[in-house]
């Protein structure tokens, strides 16, 4: 895989681990969530990649929370890269967002309904950071090829691609793991999103489900069949979090979770 700065463990074999709230909350919440989860993938040296939005651009209800401020929920953002010394993403919506985000990240991520969108992915490559594009869920494996060109034929050569699961009918989804091998043979670490992978889309009251006891079915599965990343969305409190809470993981439940991960991904090398 090609280098991050500031990217730890990264000799160890262990895969690589993207976690963090779904978005920024306050400016105390991502610190403290990145501090616990540091604390785990130091003992157990899984390099470790700080995830959270500074905006959530894609909400059902106009009432929905859509951020503190997009200069505060950034500065946030580079705050926990600065002060924990760890490489942090946040996701873009527009050719101006990635030239914005990219003065205060490390690494940009397109969201899945957006990674066709030629001009996103173009900016995104130019801005010269890595680009994680996650798989849309209405795409199969094969044609995430094209959106990877979009990319490398920019000039940026720093892509991973997402899986987060396949739309099943209306209101759910499905993880299609030969899908990972597939993606894997374009050149690109893939990674596993455990979380958005098990939500429950378009429910009547505007708000996304979620089947969050599934979380470590899915990235054992994905773990076992040699995904080269797993991307968790964490809370101290997923009932009282701000979005996505219906399927994210209890960060009290994350270190379990990743010594079983760890565990099979050393039985596997």
């Known amino acids: 895989m090609f280098k991050i700065p500031k990217l730890k463990h990264t000799g160890s074999g262990n895969f690589f681990l993207i976690a963090g709230p779904c978005i920024v909350e306050n400016e105390n919440m991502p610190l403290e969530i990145a501090e616990k989860i540091i604390s785990i993938t130091d003992k157990l040296k899984i390099p470790f990649i700080f995830k959270a939005s500074y905006k959530k651009a894609n909400r059902s209800r106009l009432d929905s929370f859509t951020g503190i401020g997009d200069i505060k929920g950034l500065e946030v953002i580079r705050e926990v890269g600065d002060k924990m010394n760890i490489p942090v993403l946040t996701d873009v919506h527009s050719t101006h967002e990635a030239e914005l985000a990219a003065e205060y990240v490390d690494i ?114 994905g773990v076992a069949i040699g995904v080269d990343g797993i991307f968790i969305e964490t809370h101290p409190d997923p009932a009282s979090a701000f979005s996505d809470g219906a399927n994210m993981l209890r960060i009290d439940l994350l270190e379990n979770l990743l010594i079983k991960l760890a565990g099979i991904r050393q039985a596997i090398l």
């Open 108 to 221: 940009l991520q397109i969201p899945a309904f957006l990674c066709r969108q030629t001009e996103l992915l173009v900016a995104a490559a130019k801005t010269g950071k890595p680009v994680n594009i996650k798989k849309g869920q209405f795409l199969s494996p094969d044609t995430m090829k094209f959106a990877i060109n979009k990319v490398r034929e920019s000039g940026n050569d720093k892509i991973f691609v997402t899986e987060r699961g396949t739309t099943f009918g209306y209101q759910d989804l499905v993880v299609d793991y030969r899908g990972i091998p597939v993606i894997q043979k374009f050149g690109v670490p893939v990674i596993l999103d455990c979380t958005h992978s098990l939500q429950q889309p378009n429910q009547t009251a505007g708000i996304t489900g979620g089947k969050p006891e599934m979380i470590e079915t899915i990235a054992k599965a």
